[in-house]
Nanobody
């Protein structure tokens, strides 16, 4: 089993930056791919970015967000030039494959989420 814990969310003005962290515990050798998803109430969960054997970004965040990891345990999402439409609960997810899938259903492990609110 792998446990994921996100941190770093908060309230920021449009144009500002936040850095989300995802700490993995347990059998972290299985966390080959880490990804970030986001979701607003009443809306579908949305892929944001993922890192495995390569990196992948949603078009809406490309050029503004950067995903990284320092080992099998810790992942990060640097978010710059934030917009009000980036407001959501952000979730860290992991799967036992080096392929970065954009489908939430392909991820086995999930964190509890962290709120990001961008004010205009």
């Amino acid at each position: 089993q792998v446990q994921l814990v996100e941190s770093g969310g908060g309230l920021v003005q449009a144009g500002g930056s936040l850095r989300l962290s995802c700490a993995a515990a347990g059998r972290t050798s299985y966390t080959y791919t880490m990804a970030w998803f986001r979701q607003n109430p009443g809306k579908e969960r949305e892929f944001v970015a993922g890192i495995g054997s390569s990196t992948s970004y949603a078009d809406s965040v490309k050029g503004r967000f950067t995903i990284s990891r320092d080992n099998a345990k810790n992942g990060y999402l640097q978010m710059n030039s934030l917009k009000p439409e980036d407001t959501a609960v952000y979730y860290c997810a992991a799967r036992e494959s080096s392929y970065v899938s954009r489908r939430g259903a392909d991820y086995v492990y999930w964190g509890q989420g962290t709120q990001v609110t961008v004010s205009s």
